[in-house]
Nanobody, 115 residues
């Protein structure tokens, strides 16, 4: 079992920045992928960005160039730096951990972008 604890959500103005963090604990495999998905009201959950243990990343087209994902393997922690935020970034952001066929989700943290 892997537990994920997220932090860093909140309210930001358009053009502003927020930083999300997610710490994993429990049965962590040496090779894994961590990252972020989001779900806006009335929409399906979608990929934001993921990063594996060797640092390979993947971003959705909607955030590429504005968001940066990083991780500290020694702390089993993943970060999402969100810059140039837009109102359409408003959603609940979920941390994800996956290794092989196993995956875990965090409880989610609300990000609201509004003036």
């Amino acid at each position: 079992q892997v537990q994920l604890v997220e932090s860093g959500g909140g309210l930001a103005q358009p053009g502003g920045s927020l930083r999300l963090s997610c710490a994993a604990s429990g049965s962590i495999f040496a090779i894994n992928t961590m990252g972020w998905y989001r779900q806006a009201p009335g929409k399906q959950r979608e990929l934001v960005a993921v990063i594996n243990t060797v640092g390979s990343t993947r971003y959705s087209d909607s955030v590429r160039g504005r968001f940066t994902i990083s991780r500290e393997n020694a702390k089993n922690t993943v970060y999402l730096q969100m810059d140039s935020l837009k109102p359409e970034d408003t959603a609940v952001y979920y941390c994800y951990y996956g290794s092989g066929s196993k995956g875990s989700w965090g409880q989610g943290t609300q990000v609201t972008v509004s003036s």
